[in-house]
């Protein structure tokens, strides 16, 4: 459950960024408009000519801006070498981002600070800065490569296209020129996560320069919107030195017991950490998900609490969009740890698509950001610890994880060959490959099981398969069960930044520490760290039907629950023995598929107005695969 980074700072900075590095263009090549440098000088010659563009250091504007079904207003100041800062308040919700010069930063509603150190961001940076220093302009620049790629049209105007690419990394860059006003019309960004798609508008005069004062841009696959309505624009204005620093982040948590931590006691079910969590009097189980970008409270238990739901967003969960609000959430705890007021997303039947233990809410990073959080899954612990105070004295092996999309990311290397950088996601049951690193490397057509998975944006379908090895550092976990998408999707599975995501299924193998802070990893041998932990051996998913009784909701190709008979959307009556009715918990349920090999489960159903009997043989139904770690070459 992810909101992309705001972009009103990156759609004027773009802008701004294109007047500033023109002024070094040679003025020798061919006067052909097949000529990029020859556009180019055409079009910053109509936009104020290059003498004035040569002084242009600093930028201020403010306006409107709609993001989605939100609407507010933005500040933006921006400064060379690499500096700039905007403030977007929606009211509901709040967010400041920059540069420091330095780094780049974001501040979010509920007062987190992230430093992005991911190497994605710090490549962008390092182009940033070769292009405030006009390198792309010289023809033999071994970073940066301008082509016209054709004349086309653009909302009935005719444009020149001219395309950027880099050696830095894969962005591209597409301009697109009117050739009557020689004004850029339309942009278009090609990372391997998005594409952003903007359009320019509304040109005014300011301080002899040509401005767009108007923007739209959408981010694909995303479906996400944003427009920005410039209402005041000035240049070169003396600006603070350290305006462009974050803001300085205060604590609004207390320890209740004292000391400098607190350890919650969780339940580990289906692989989901559950945490009891107070709010206005009324506890119940969230789910500690580090792979959601803000925390999330279900719409009717926020009804139910009598709180002010608002606004309008689109979110991306791991296979598909979906719609959030926002709410002012008031004083809570979560175990012995007192929170003040915060900001959250809210979404529509979180609770009613939970099982055992129900769902009322997502503790996601901008809960966990403020902590060094200790997962211990061996005895069912989470410590949360005051990052200042924090030292740690054990054993374990420390991995650089930057954050990116506020979610950790470390390399994790497949079979010894597949190697990518993946997620850390508390909030998953199971490990996955993401859909582009899938097809990349030939593995969408793995053999393996069918299975869905039910999350915020619904019902994925995926193939859980088995592999040799799974290696992360040092660490080398046997025959790991990993999921594949059958489709590419709109969510998290078509990320092409990141080839995977590690969920509990892994990382129950590990006592481990999540460093937000200084964005590292600390991973410890658990107990179980040599187990395998059983799978599901029938094919057989158990969900509940509208009177809320368990039944057969979804049977994977070819499985023993399929040569058993059952066919989806039998009402389970009784199993192993053992009566079922209404309300009946699910959980034990599918344990009872997860028994050794051979071993039978006796189950009777209702199809239609028959019962009907079924004998599920359980089997393991993965290849063995090849060598186990011990034995893979590195």
């Known amino acids: 459950m992810r909101r992309l ?8 900075r773009l802008v701004l960024v294109l007047f500033l590095f023109l002024p070094l263009l040679r003025q020798g090549h061919a006067a052909d408009l097949t000529d990029p ?38 500040k933006h100041w921006d400064a060379r070498p690499m500096q700039y800062r905007t403030e977007e308040d929606y009211s509901v919700i709040s967010q400041i981002e920059g540069d420091s010069g330095e780094f780049t930063w974001l501040f979010d509603t509920n007062g987190q600070l992230l430093i992005l150190r991911d190497e994605e961001t710090l490549k962008r940076r390092q182009i940033a800065l070769r292009l405030d220093r006009y390198e792309h302009l010289d023809p033999d620049s071994p970073y940066f490569d301008v082509q016209v790629t054709g004349t086309v049209d653009v909302d009935g105007k005719s444009c020149y296209e001219l395309a950027l690419t880099n050696t830095i990394n894969s962005d591209v860059g597409h301009f697109f020129y009117d050739t009557d006003t020689m004004y850029m019309v339309k942009s278009i960004h090609k990372q391997p996560d998005m594409e952003i798609h903007s359009t320019y508008g509304d040109y005014r005069e300011v301080q002899g320069l040509m401005l767009p004062f108007y923007q739209h841009s959408r981010f694909l696959p995303w479906e996400k919107e944003e427009e920005t309505w410039v209402t005041s624009q000035t240049l070169d204005e003396p600006v603070a ?6 803001p300085e982040v205060k604590k609004d948590y207390t320890f209740l017991e004292g000391g400098t931590s607190a350890t ?51 979110g991306y969960g791991f296979g598909d969009l979906f719609e959030l609000n926002f709410v002012k959430i008031p004083e809570h705890q979560v175990g012995s740890i007192l929170f003040g007021s915060q900001k959250f997303y809210v979404s529509k039947g979180l609770t009613a698509r939970s099982y055992e233990p129900q769902i009322f809410g997502i503790l996601g990073y901008d809960f966990l950001s403020r902590f060094v959080v200790e997962v211990d899954y061996d005895r069912q612990k989470v410590t949360f610890h005051a990052p200042e105070t924090f030292s740690y004295k054990g054993s374990g092996v420390t991995i650089d994880a930057p954050l990116k999309y506020r979610t950790f990311s470390l390399p ?27 097809e990349k490397h030939g593995l969408l057509t793995r053999k393996g099981v069918d299975i869905v998975s039910q999350g915020m944006a619904g019902l994925s379908h995926e193939t859980n398969v088995r592999f040799d090895c799974l290696a992360i550092g040092p660490f080398h976990l046997d025959k790991p069960i990993v999921s594949i998408p059958k489709e590419k999707g709109k969510g998290a599975t078509a990320l092409g930044e990141v080839g995977g995501n590690l969920g509990n299924s892994t990382l129950r193998h590990f006592h481990l520490f999540l460093h937000y802070p200084e964005q590292k990893l600390i991973f410890e041998k658990g107990a179980y760290y040599n187990q395998t932990f059983p799978p599901d051996r029938s094919g057989l998913l158990i969900g509940r039907s509208g009177i809320n009784q368990p039944m057969v909701s979804f049977l994977a190709n070819d499985s023993p629950a399929v040569k058993a008979g059952l066919v989806a959307g039998d009402i389970i009556v009784e199993m192993a023995g053992k009566a079922i009715g209404p309300n009946q918990p699910v959980l034990p349920l599918r344990e009872l598929l997860r028994g050794a090999p051979g071993s039978k489960v006796e189950m009777k159903v209702r199809r239609d107005d028959q019962t009907v009997s079924a004998t599920i043989v359980l089997q393991d139904m993965y290849e063995s695969g090849g060598a186990a770690c011990g034995a893979v070459v590195k």
């Open 412 to 438: 994790v290397t497949l079979d010894g060959k597949y190697e990518s950088l993946w997620t850390i996601d508390l909030g998953s049951y199971h490990s996955s490959i993401h859909y582009p690193f899938a």
């Open 264 to 314: 919650v006691p969780f339940q580990l079910m289906e692989n989901l950490i559950y945490l009891p969590v107070t709010v206005a009097g009324s506890t119940g189980y969230w789910v500690l998900d580090s792979g959601a970008s803000m925390s999330l409270i279900d719409s009717d238990y926020a009804e139910k609490l009598g709180l002010d739901i608002q606004g309008s967003i689109k």
């Open 37 to 74: 440098y020859q556009v180019l000088r055409n079009h910053y010659q109509a936009v104020g000519g290059l003498d004035r563009l040569q002084k242009l250091v600093s930028s201020r504007s403010e306006g409107r801006v709609r993001y989605d079904g939100l609407e507010g207003t933005f």
């Open 5 to 12: 980074p705001a972009s009103a700072a990156a759609i004027i």
């Open 241 to 246: 030195a350290d305006l462009f620093n974050p």
